[in-house]
């Protein structure tokens, strides 16, 4: 258990400042400043007034440099304490301190997560060996900590939970995306190895029927090419593809069938000429954003689906007129849309109307790239 926590590598997502951290370490100097010159109790007060300030302009790397800070801060409160043979410094506003051992479980590896504690602890232990805190108040110290540092932790590994269901989303959009690519390359290779045995049937009594069976291979040979290429921007194992026929453009009216909220679908350009990928594509975009609108949007009376096809790209625009919930983080439906139209080379994107509703848009090109 503990090489495992001691080999734990770093969060993937650590942001190394966000605009509050500079905010808060901004209003915390400002206060530990006032605190200082306010209150008569504090001394000697320039000391522990600089004291204060370096140990919250510590905080401003407590996400990038979690141990060093942690070290830091804590080695100082020792070193101060000793040489004032007090607690030292003393000032209120330095229990904003807790954030740190917080920082280092939340943004730490797992080096960092057992030496942070080490020197969190070590400082209480200090403390109490020379008297400056009493028994209650070191085991009052340690359970507060702890709290701070379980907290961190909690945070840490939830956010990695997250991280795999997003992970597992992304992997079951690529699924749903080979198998329609699945779909349209067996279709291909049917229809080239029909035309080849007709051909030859055939070649004896008129040769010009195989000269055609070989440009009909030609074409369906070369969509065929250019769908696997698209293939290589997933990775997946193939044995799973599911061989049932992929959704369609014209599956939409499907969608059109459903009531309470009523949809309404309108496609505009030559759908039927799109790439199966690409009409798949469409279909599971409007067809998730439909199904999101119905979920989420209160006291909606319509969903919009439009579909415009035009030479170089499919623009797919979903909207509805209902009140949209509290925002919040990025759901799975919402991820997997987005990484459908990535895989593809295209984008997705959505968010609330200006005045009322929710609006979902993405952007196809119209030929799948490798």
Same mark, same amino acid.
Not at 75 to 98: H, I, K, N, T
Not at 132 to 140: C, G, K, N, R
Not at 176 to 183: E, G, N
Not at 325 to 340: A, D, F, K, S
């Given at each position: 258990?503990?090489?495992?926590?001691?080999?734990?590598?770093?969060?993937?997502?650590? !942001?190394?400042?966000?605009?509050?951290?500079?905010?808060?370490?901004?209003?915390?100097?400002?206060?530990?400043?006032?605190?200082?010159?306010?209150? !008569?109790?504090?001394?000697?007060?320039?000391?522990?007034?600089?004291?204060?300030?370096?140990?919250?302009?510590?905080?401003?790397? $407590?996400?990038?440099?979690?141990?060093?800070?942690?070290?830091?801060?804590?080695?100082?409160?020792?070193?101060?304490?000793?040489?004032?043979?007090?607690?030292?410094?003393?000032?209120?506003?330095?229990?904003?301190?807790?954030?740190?051992?917080?920082?280092?479980?939340?943004?730490?590896?797992?080096?960092?997560?057992?030496?942070?504690?080490?020197?969190?602890?070590?400082?209480?232990?200090?403390?109490?060996?020379?008297?400056?805190?009493?028994?209650?108040?070191?085991?009052?110290?340690?359970?507060?900590?702890?709290?701070?540092?379980?907290?961190?932790?909690?945070?840490?590994?939830?956010?990695?939970? $997250?991280?795999?269901?997003?992970?597992?989303?992304?992997?079951? /959009?690529?699924?749903?995306?080979?198998?329609?690519?699945?779909?349209?390359?067996?279709?291909?290779?049917?229809?080239?190895?029909?035309?080849?045995?007709?051909?030859?049937?055939?070649?004896?009594?008129?040769?010009?029927?195989?000269?055609?069976?070989?440009?009909?291979?030609?074409?369906?040979?070369?969509?065929?090419?250019?769908?696997?290429?698209?293939?290589?921007?997933?990775?997946?194992?193939?044995?799973?593809?599911?061989?049932?026929?992929?959704?369609?453009?014209?599956?939409?009216?499907?969608?059109?069938?459903?009531?309470?909220?009523?949809?309404?679908?309108?496609?505009?350009?030559?759908?039927?000429?799109?790439?199966?990928?690409?009409?798949?594509?469409?279909? $599971?975009?409007?067809?998730?954003?439909?199904?999101?609108?119905?979920?989420?949007?209160?006291?909606?009376? $319509?969903?919009?689906?439009?579909?415009?096809?035009?030479?170089?790209?499919?623009?797919?625009?979903?909207?509805?007129?209902?009140?949209?919930?509290?925002?919040? !983080?990025?759901?799975?439906?919402?991820?997997?849309?987005?990484?459908?139209?990535?895989?593809?080379?295209?984008?997705?994107?959505?968010?609330?109307?200006?005045?009322?509703?929710?609006?979902?848009?993405?952007?196809?090109?119209? /030929?799948?790239?490798?």
């Amino acid at each position: 258990m503990f090489r495992s926590v001691w080999r734990e590598p770093r969060p993937a997502a650590a !942001p190394p400042h966000v605009w509050w951290d500079r905010a808060l370490v901004g209003v915390l100097v400002v206060t530990a400043v006032v605190e200082g010159a306010a209150r !008569p109790d504090v001394s000697p007060r320039v000391p522990s007034i600089v004291i204060s300030v370096l140990l919250v302009l510590s905080l401003f790397w $407590r996400r990038t440099r979690p141990l060093p800070v942690v070290a830091f801060a804590f080695g100082l409160c020792v070193l101060s304490a000793v040489v004032a043979g007090r607690e030292f410094p003393d000032q209120y506003v330095l229990v904003a301190l807790l954030l740190l051992p917080f920082s280092v479980f939340r943004w730490g590896t797992g080096r960092e997560l057992v030496l942070g504690a080490a020197f969190v602890l070590t400082k209480l232990g200090v403390s109490a060996v020379l008297g400056y805190l009493s028994l209650a108040d070191t085991a009052a110290g340690i359970v507060v900590l702890s709290m701070a540092m379980a907290v961190g932790a909690a945070l840490r590994y939830r956010s990695r939970a $997250r991280s795999r269901e997003l992970d597992q989303v992304k992997l079951m /959009e690529r699924e749903q995306l080979a198998r329609d690519l699945h779909d349209t390359v067996a279709h291909h290779v049917s229809a080239m190895a029909i035309r080849a045995q007709a051909g030859i049937a055939t070649s004896a009594a008129d040769p010009g029927a195989a000269v055609d069976a070989l440009k009909v291979i030609d074409a369906e040979a070369a969509r065929a090419l250019d769908e696997m290429r698209g293939m290589v921007r997933i990775l997946r194992t193939q044995e799973a593809a599911d061989r049932s026929p992929g959704p369609r453009v014209a599956d939409l009216e499907r969608l059109a069938s459903l009531s309470n909220p009523s949809v309404d679908v309108r496609v505009t350009g030559d759908a039927d000429a799109l790439p199966s990928p690409v009409g798949a594509a469409v279909f $599971r975009l409007a067809q998730e954003a439909v199904t999101n609108a119905r979920r989420h949007a209160r006291h909606a009376t $319509r969903i919009d689906v439009r579909v415009t096809v035009d030479d170089s790209e499919v623009r797919v625009l979903v909207t509805d007129d209902g009140v949209p919930r509290q925002t919040g !983080p990025r759901g799975y439906g919402l991820t997997g849309m987005i990484e459908r139209a990535s895989l593809l080379g295209g984008t997705c994107e959505a968010g609330p109307n200006p005045d009322r509703g929710w609006t979902v848009s993405a952007v196809l090109p119209r /030929e799948v790239t490798a």
